[in-house]
């Protein structure tokens, strides 16, 4: 009689198998009058237990050598005749990267016998069950949800308890992917939003009634479009037969949280399949555990970790930390050590890959890339956001993007166009303020002499606004040269996101037809999936690590571990004030809750630990992150005895930290060298305004009027000080066509009248907000400005001029003259024959002229303007007499509109100071001349201020071109 199959272990059928067996032999013995003996299994005709058990491997060694030990063990003892033939078996892994590892490494197990491996299926337990074929995607999902939103939101008042939002699609959108977020979880329990109902507490009871009703709407529009909702189908598909019949064994490989939809699917399918669950600890270890493998709380929360305060590195903040992580890694790779380091903080991986880039390295991260954080992604994401609301701020981002930059310098045909056109854009916005595109494109046709190449861009732009979205990204990158060509690294991300891309617009295209979705609403959803989707880019040979996450940890077997972002909420993870899930509510739910996360890690690094000399693992903690905000160790860093807790915390709080020298990457300092002044460069002409930038800072004087430095800014929404006093002074010109008028009425209305045509042509038919509230600062005050003119003319000044220009050769100490120049705002004669100039003030508070020009205190002038106003108006009119000069206040206050006359004898001890002011006019020319632009002054706050510094340790001193006195 042939041995039991019972008795064959590895070789086993599974029970259907053998029903069938014994279906057909029984049938045989009907037609047979011979005897045969067969021993079946009991479970052919009872219903035993499931066929599921548990298996301890110990902790000594990491995941991926015992899972390799495990599936070759057989076919090793076998002599390995023929492939390693897994098609048979399925495998559930942590992470997509720990099923990347595990099938490298079985192929490089065969090939080292000189053969192959025929692999079977390797999963993730997110994808147990999978996804049914006629589910509908998420597409579909999300546009159904935000269109019940936008539908029912009226009627959610304790869904939404605000009032006044203004409901869009996108906004929709936006609060739709948070309830799905939020179903993912609780399907990953296993559960609908119905199940939580008699959960949750009372006073959140009539959300969860809104939520369940809108996924119960989902369910029946899903339904009945005959595409029904993916999360319900994998609840369903977790209480039926295995999807993969030829999977006869499957191993679950050291899963530590395996989630209850995985756990009930596999609880049904271990009815005809044999399943086992591996757990990476000694058999010692296994009431600590429940029976998926899922470490449990209460028995691993007073655990104690060998860690020593030798393997915890202490950093002061975030950056050190990432510094540190940079040079030893710099220097494993150097000596080419094998080295595994943990990152479980995406964006503090993303960083040191940055870090890593800057010295010649590349990083592998392998968890995934948001599509929408590619190059093609953002690109497109901006494109849309430019499609849907053409503001100008998203025109701005457009054009700044490098990809519409190289597209639009192939369009024009100009290498140049990009600097040109993005200068142009900031010139224009500054003067402009346009609020939205077509705003921008009239400002830029308007003053075409001014921005020819930003025209050019903005209306190429224009013609492409309706193109299909694949046959714009088509014409964009079709005129990209090769990567070999350009002379750049080629971008390991470009494919798979361009893939990606293309085909989420597929997709999309197919859902709108469905939907009936407008070309626009596809748009919408186009932009919101480029946020939830995720690409998975392969490695290629120039990445020299990888940066691993804390469940993939598991599975590397270095010996050298850096275990780095070892802070609370990172590890564990832990939730602190979910709006919808908060944690008792999770323990309800049987979602993971802090506890059981605080649990896992214990555990995992207690395997880790077990697994690695303690010399060669080592934890990173910073104090503080890189925003300066305190961030608080992880608690697996004070899991140690009551007696050592003192010192640890001392550790990692109050220890001093080495100031780092020997381990931080020396960074050198940037001295700024500001090129010699040559002899060309010195101005031959000077405004009268250019004097008071010397007297100022006479580096600052170099910066602006020799190397005609300005700062270029295009997040302006209003005017700054010096536009908002020249459209006040534009406005004011018009008082020169009524210079006797004294009807204060009709001052103030052809002030008003000028002002409004002036916006019109510089800022379009629909300024901003807040230039409208600047407008409505300006009319009060021309208004103001009005009366006070009427004043004047009753008094007997008369209006000669405005905005006159004068020029005169003016001479430096030693006779060198240079060309001054002046615009002089106002110029009055009164009935008697006297002269007065005045300048227009649009400060906030009135200014007095002598406050503004001279300190008796010291004996230093701070401006020239106006005593030079009245030099070069009696130089060039002698006839005039003596001429006054002051301001023309216009402060915000208008009640405190006035005329504030220089008074030049003012000056405690100093009869007169205009002869004065000359004598320093003249040695600040010279200084000019002379080339003396050092030292800056380090107390003045404008655009320059980053740059002169109190000890001016970022520029190296200016020699002056030739001897010349000494600076002022």
Request: proline share 9%; hydrophobic share 40%; glycine share 4%.
């Amino acid at each position: 009689m042939p041995d039991s199959p019972a008795s064959h272990k590895g070789s086993a059928l599974p029970s259907a198998a053998w029903k069938h067996a014994a279906l057909f032999l029984s049938e045989l013995l009907l037609e047979s009058s011979s005897w045969i003996f067969l021993v079946l299994p009991r479970s052919v005709f009872e219903n035993e237990e499931m066929s599921l058990r548990r298996q301890f491997h110990g902790w000594d060694e990491p995941a991926l050598p015992v899972a390799l030990r495990l599936l070759c063990d057989r076919w090793m003892k076998e002599g390995c005749r023929g492939p390693l033939d897994l098609r048979n078996t399925l495998l559930l892994v942590p992470t997509r990267q720990a099923g990347r590892r595990l099938r490298a490494e079985l192929a490089k197990a065969a090939a080292r016998q000189h053969s192959a491996v025929l692999t079977g299926l390797i999963t993730t337990p997110e994808h147990v069950p999978p996804l049914p074929p006629d589910a509908a995607g998420e597409p579909t999902t999300l546009t159904l949800l935000a269109r019940l939103l936008l539908e029912k939101q009226p009627h959610l008042s304790a869904l939404f308890p605000s009032t006044g939002i203004p409901w869009s699609l996108p906004f929709a959108l936006s609060v739709a992917g948070q309830l799905q977020d939020i179903r993912m979880l609780l399907t990953a329990a296993d559960r609908r939003i119905e199940d939580l109902l008699p959960l949750v507490p009372d006073i959140e009871k009539d959300r969860w009634v809104e939520m369940a009703g809108l996924e119960q709407a989902l369910l029946e529009q899903s339904g009945a479009l005959g595409m029904p909702d993916a999360l319900h189908l994998r609840r369903e598909a977790a209480r039926r037969a295995c999807p993969w019949p030829t999977a006869i064994h499957i191993h679950s490989l050291f899963i530590p949280d395996l989630p209850p939809l995985a756990a009930q699917a596999l609880q049904t399918w271990s009815a005809d399949h044999e399943i086992e669950i591996h757990i990476l600890a000694p058999e010692a270890e296994a009431n600590r555990f429940d029976e998926w493998g899922r470490a449990l709380p209460e028995r691993w929360e007073e655990e104690h970790l060998p860690i020593s305060e030798e393997q915890i590195l202490v950093s002061e903040q975030a950056p050190d930390e990432t510094d540190q992580l940079a040079r030893l890694l710099s220097i494993a790779s150097n000596n080419k050590q094998a080295v595994t380091f943990c990152m479980p903080d995406p964006d503090r991986a993303r960083a040191l890959a940055l870090q890593l880039q800057s010295t010649g390295r590349s990083l592998y991260l392998p968890n995934g890339v948001r599509l929408s954080d590619t190059a093609p992604g953002n690109f497109f994401a901006a494109w849309l956001t430019w499609r849907r609301q053409p503001s100008y701020a998203a025109t701005a981002a457009l054009l700044r993007h490098p990809d519409t930059q190289e597209w639009l310098c192939h369009v024009l045909q100009r290498p140049d166009a990009a600097g040109a056109f993005l200068s142009e854009l900031d010139r224009c916005q500054a003067e402009h303020l346009p609020a939205e595109f077509q705003d921008l494109l009239q400002a830029a046709r308007s003053h075409d002499n001014r921005f020819p190449t930003l025209l050019q861009a903005l209306e190429t732009l224009q013609q492409h606004m309706e193109e299909d979205e694949l046959d714009f990204l088509a014409r964009v990158y079709d005129c990209r040269p090769p990567a070999a060509e350009s002379g750049l690294p080629p971008d390991p991300l470009f494919a798979p996101a361009a893939e990606a891309i293309s085909e989420l617009v597929q997709r999309i295209q197919a859902c709108g037809v469905s939907l009936h979705l407008s070309a626009e609403d596809r748009r919408d959803v186009l932009a919101a999936l480029l946020q939830r989707t995720r690409i998975f880019p392969a490695p290629n040979d120039r990445d020299i690590r990888e940066a691993s996450g804390w469940l993939e940890t598991q599975w590397e077997s270095s010996s050298s571990l850096l275990l780095a972002d070892m802070r609370e909420g990172v590890v564990p993870e832990t939730r602190f004030g979910d709006a919808f899930l908060p944690d008792a509510l999770r323990i309800r739910a049987g979602l993971p809750a802090n506890r059981e996360r605080f649990a896992r890690d214990l555990y995992l690094t207690r395997a880790l630990l077990a697994a690695h000399p303690s010399k060669r693992i080592r934890f990173f903690f910073s104090r503080r992150s890189a925003s300066q905000e305190p961030q608080l160790p992880s608690r697996i860093l004070l899991a140690c005895s009551d007696a050592e807790l003192p010192g640890r915390i001392f550790h990692l709080f109050e220890r001093a930290i080495p100031d780092g020298k020997d381990r931080r990457p020396v960074m050198p300092l940037l001295k700024l060298h500001p090129p010699e002044v040559v002899p060309e460069q010195i101005p031959t002409a000077l405004s009268v305004t250019a004097l008071k930038h010397y007297l100022q800072c006479p580096f600052r004087f170099y910066l602006r009027h020799i190397l005609h430095m300005e700062p270029q800014d295009d997040h302006a929404r209003e005017l700054d000080v010096r536009s908002f006093g020249t459209l006040a002074h534009e406005a004011l010109r018009a008082l020169k066509a009524v210079p006797d008028l004294e009807n204060e009425n009709a001052v103030a209305n052809l002030l008003l009248s000028s002002l409004e045509s002036m916006v019109k042509a510089e800022f379009g038919a629909h300024p901003s907000l807040a230039l409208h509230v600047q407008l409505a600062s300006l009319q009060q005050r021309l208004r103001a400005a009005a009366k006070q003119h009427v004043q004047a003319v009753r008094e007997g000044w008369r209006l000669l001029d405005s905005e006159q220009e004068l020029t005169l050769p003016f001479a430096g100490t030693d006779g060198t003259p240079v060309t001054l120049h002046a615009r002089i705002d106002r110029v009055e004669r009164h009935a008697d024959g006297r002269i007065r100039i005045l300048d227009y003030k649009t400060s906030d508070s009135g200014a007095n002229p002598n406050k503004t020009h001279f300190q008796p205190r010291t004996g230093k002038w701070l401006d020239l303007q106006l005593p030079l106003y009245r030099f070069l108006y009696e130089s060039l009119h002698p006839e005039a007499g003596p001429v006054s000069v002051g301001y023309f206040n216009l402060p915000k206050a208008v009640a405190q509109t006035h005329l504030a006359e220089f008074n030049f004898a003012s000056a405690a001890g100093i009869p007169d100071l205009y002869p004065l002011a000359i004598v320093e006019a003249r040695r600040v020319i010279q200084s000019i001349l002379n080339g003396l632009f050092w030292p800056p002054a380090s107390l003045i706050r404008d655009d320059f201020s980053f740059l002169c510094l109190a000890d001016s340790s970022l520029i190296d001193p200016m020699p002056p071109p030739h001897t010349a006195e000494g600076p002022p």
